[in-house]
Antibody, heavy 123, light 107 residues
Framework: QVQLVQSGSELKKPGASVRVSCKAS????????INWVRQAPGQGLEWMGW????????TYAQDFTGRFVFSLDTSVSTAYLQISSLKAEDTAVYYC????????????????WGQGTLVTVSS | DIQMTQSPSSLSASVGDRVTITCRAS??????LNWYQQKPGKAPKLLIY???SLQSGVPSRFSGSGSGTDFTLTISSLQPEDFATYYC?????????FGQGTKVEIE
């Protein structure tokens, strides 16, 4: 079945970096973009951006430029989110999600989602 | 960016109740609107795409309607497993904004 499996929880100190992985299975990885979504504790969903898995071209939401990097390793069907110079306010669950797109209309939605990765930033 | 506003932010309802959640876009988005369900500690799950299409495997008590700026998610008869938070999301613009969520709680 189609699924996305993310790496485990991380505890990092302020100023450190973290990399979250998102491994896809059950479909052709390069046919669907991967989106990243953040959810701070007790808060809603915040779209971070996406990466085209056929070209590796990333697009970042306005609030996620600079310290956030999306990348791929297509040989293992895996997308990565790297966050550098971590701050306490980066503490959140990070989700990856596959974007399903209807080419003719441009309609698109996220399905499935990874199980989420909790990143905790604390000294 | 397109702003998505859901109402109410939370509601209390009983099993068997009909529940309606509204989502309003800050500009017209045609039917580029999706609904997700999130249970505590779990990832969001797609319920409705393109405003009114039911995702495979989702019970038929869920339905979506609307176009332009105003959209509705309806649960025709609330079941115990439906207590969760529901999010709308626009997919009209590259920046895929979500509503703030509606928490459905047991009355």
């Amino acid at each position: 079945q189609v699924q996305l499996v993310q790496s485990g929880s991380e505890l990092k100190k302020p100023g450190a970096s973290v990399r979250v992985s998102c491994k896809a299975s059950g479909y052709t990885f390069t046919n669907y973009a991967i989106n990243w979504v953040r959810q701070a504790p007790g808060q809603g969903l915040e779209w971070m951006g996406w990466i085209a898995t056929n070209t590796g071209n990333p697009t970042y939401a306005q609030d996620f430029t600079g310290r956030f990097v999306f990348s791929l390793d297509t040989s293992v069907s895996t997308a990565y989110l790297q966050i550098s110079s971590l701050k306490a306010e980066d503490t959140a669950v990070y989700y990856c999600a596959r974007a399903v797109v209807v080419t003719i209309s441009g309609q698109n939605w996220f399905d499935p989602w990874g199980q989420g990765t909790l990143v905790t930033v604390s000294s | 960016d397109i702003q998505m506003t859901q109402s109410p932010s939370s509601l209390s309802a009983s099993v068997g109740d009909r529940v309606t959640i509204t989502c309003r876009a800050s500009q017209s988005i045609s039917t580029y609107l999706n609904w997700y369900q999130q249970k505590p500690g779990k990832a969001p799950k797609l319920l409705i795409y393109t405003a009114s299409s039911l995702q495979s495997g989702v019970p038929s008590r869920f339905s979506g309607s609307g176009s332009g700026t105003d959209f509705t998610l309806t649960i025709s008869s609330l079941q115990p497993e439906d207590f969760a938070t529901y999010y709308c999301q626009q997919s009209y613009r590259t920046s895929r904004t979500f509503g703030q969520g509606t928490k459905v709680e047991i009355e």
